[in-house]
C-alpha cells in the first residue's frame, strides 16, 4: 500500500514525532528498529513529505524549536540542514549529477553486455547475497520505500566495497525505490560512502556495527557476514569546481499582480509551504517521477510522488478556489497556459536533478520571454550559499540563518 501522501498525514507524523526530536532523538538516532506500523519512534520518517515539499524545513524547525531548546534539538536540526546542504552543495556544482547521470547510463549499458554483472547486480537489488542484512535492506527498500539512514550508510557501503558493483548502479537502486529519492541527498551520500566527496574518506560497514545498531528489531540483530573491512576509497580524475549561485530575485506580491498559474510539482507538491503572497488563477500540476531513472521505478516511490501532487493539486484548487489541469509528460506547457488565457506561471525553485532535467525545457522559452516567476524558500536562500564544501560551513551558520529566517520556535 503506497503510504498517504498528503499534507494532513504529514503534520500529523510531525506533532507524532516532536516530542522525540530533542534529547531523544541525539541518543537513539543510529539504531535501526525496522519498520514500525506506526512509525518508528527514533527518527521521523519525514523525509518523503520533504522531497516533496508536502512539507517545508522551516514549518518543521520552527515546531522542534518550540517544543525543545536549541541545544536539545540540535542534532536534529543538524541533520535537516544537511539536506538543505547537500542541495546548495549540488546547485554550486551540477556537473556531478550531469556526470553521475551518463555514468549511470555508461553502467546499465555494461551491464546489458555482461551476463556475470547482470546476475550480481539482481541478487543484489533483489536480496539475494548472502549478506543477512544487506538482502534485508533490499526487500525492506523494495517493499517500503524507505530505509533509515545508517542502513543507507551500510547499504552503499556493502554494494561499492563488499560486492564491488558500480556505486551509480546502486545510487540509482535507491532513486527508483525511495519515496524520498533526492538527487542531491542520494547522489552526494552515495559519493560520502565512496570517498569522492570527502576526497579519500570513505565508509566501511562493520558487522558488529551493524549487529549493535539493528538489536532492535523484531527479528533481532542483522548479520553481515565477510565484509571488506579494509577496502580503498574509490577516486575518479574530475575535480568538480564551484560554479557562482545564480539564485532568483526575491518575489514580492507586485510580481505576482496580474493573473498567474502555479506550477506544482516532485519537489514542490503543495502550496502551503510556498506561502504566496497572491492566489494563483489556475494551478497546474506536473509529477514525473518515471524521469528518476531509465530503469522501472518501484511502485511505492511513484505512487508517492503521483499521490503528492495530485493531492497537492486539488487542495490548492480548494484553497484559492481556482481551476486545476494537470500538465502529462510529453504535452507542451505554452500550449496548456495558451488554452487558459493565463500568461504568466510561479515555477517553485527546480533544484538541479531530474525534475529539473524533465521540466525545464519547457519552462525555459516562457522564463525568457518574462512570463516566469521563481519561487525560492528563504532558508534555501539564506543557507545554500555556505554550502561551498563540506558542511562545516552550514553547520557554523546554523544559528545566524535560523535568526535571519525568523525560525525561532516562538521565543
Ligand atoms: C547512501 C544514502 C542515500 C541517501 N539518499 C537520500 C535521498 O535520496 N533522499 C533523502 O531525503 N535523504 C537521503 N539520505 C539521507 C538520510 O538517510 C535520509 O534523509 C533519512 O534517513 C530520512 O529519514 P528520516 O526522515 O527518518 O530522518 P530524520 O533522522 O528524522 O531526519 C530529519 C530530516 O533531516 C534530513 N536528513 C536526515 N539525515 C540526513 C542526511 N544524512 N542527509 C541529508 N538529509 C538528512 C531528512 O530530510 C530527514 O527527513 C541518504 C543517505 C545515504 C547514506
Known amino acids: 500500500m503506497t ?13 507524532q514525532f516532536l516530542p522525540a526530536a530533542g534529547r531523544r532523538y541525539a541518543e537513539t538516532r543510529n539504531a535501526d528498529d525496522g519498520p ?24 518543521v524547525l520552527e515546531a522542534v524549536l518550540g517544543q525543545h531548546s536549541p541545544r536539545a534539538a540540535e542534532k536534529f536540526i543538524a541533520e535537516v540542514f544537511w539536506r538543505i546542504y547537500f542541495k546548495g552543495y549540488l546547485e554550486q556544482r551540477p556537473a556531478i549529477w550531469d556526470d553521475y547521470c551518463t555514468g549511470r547510463d555508461g553502467a546499465l549499458a555494461a551491464m546489458a553486455r555482461n551476463a556475470g554483472l547482470q546476475r550480481a547486480y539482481a541478487e543484489a537489488t533483489e536480496g539475494r547475497t548472502g549478506i543477512e542484512a544487506f538482502d534485508a535492506w533490499a526487500q ?4 517500503t520505500g524507505y530505509l533509515h539512514n545508517h542502513a543507507r550508510m551500510w547499504f552503499a557501503s556493502i554494494w561499492i566495497f563488499t560486492l564491488k ?7 540509482d537502486f535507491f532513486l527508483r525505490h525511495l519515496m524520498d529519492g533526492d538527487a542531491a541527498s542520494n547522489t552526494l551520500s552515495w559519493r560520502w560512502v565512496a570517498g569522492l566527496h570527502t576526497k579519500g574518506k570513505h565508509y566501511l560497514a ?3 556495527n551493524i549487529a549493535r545498531y539493528t538489536s532492535g528489531r523484531p527479528g533481532g540483530a542483522l548479520r553481515a557476514d565477510g565484509l571488506a573491512e579494509d577496502a580503498e576509497p574509490l577516486s575518479e580524475p574530475q575535480d568538480y569546481g564551484r560554479q557562482k549561485l545564480d539564485l532568483p530575485a526575491l518575489v514580492s506580491a507586485g510580481d505576482l499582480a496580474e493573473p498567474f498559474a502555479l506550477l506544482l510539482h516532485d519537489e514542490a507538491a503543495h502550496h502551503a509551504p510556498l506561502a504566496l503572497p497572491t492566489a494563483p488563477a489556475m494551478v497546474v500540476a506536473a509529477a514525473r517521477p518515471t524521469a528518476r531513472s531509465p530503469g522501472a521505478v518501484g511502485a511505492v516511490a511513484s505512487g508517492f510522488a503521483n499521490g503528492a501532487v495530485a493531492g497537492g493539486m486539488a487542495e490548492a484548487a480548494t484553497a484559492f478556489g481556482c481551476p486545476a489541469t494537470e500538465w502529462r509528460a510529453g504535452e507542451s506547457l505554452a500550449a496548456l497556459l495558451d488554452e487558459t488565457g493565463v500568461s504568466r506561471i510561479a515555477v517553485p525553485y527546480l533544484p538541479t536533478g531530474w525534475t529539473r532535467d524533465a ?6 522559452p516562457l522564463a525568457a520571454q518574462g512570463r516566469v516567476v521563481t519561487i525560492l524558500g528563504n532558508l534555501d536562500r539564506a543557507t545554500w550559499p555556505h554550502a561551498k564544501a563540506g558542511f562545516f560551513g552550514v553547520a557554523k ?8 529566517c525568523g525560525i525561532t520556535g516562538g521565543a
Open 36 to 59: 514500525a506500523s506506526g512509525g518508528r519512534s527514533n527518527v521521523s520518517e519525514l523525509s518523503p513529505w520533504l522531497h516533496a515539499g508536502v512539507i517545508g524545513e522551516p514549518e
Open 165 to 171: 558493483l558500480n556505486w551509480r548502479l546502486g545510487a
Open 206 to 208: 562493520r558487522a558488529d
Open 397 to 404: 551558520a546554523i544559528d545566524g540563518v535560523l535568526a535571519e
Open 359 to 364: 521540466l525545464m525545457s519547457d519552462i525555459a
Open 3 to 15: 503510504p498517504n501522501s498528503t499534507r494532513a498525514a504529514a503534520l500529523a507524523r510531525l506533532a
Open 140 to 143: 525492506e527498500l523494495a517493499e
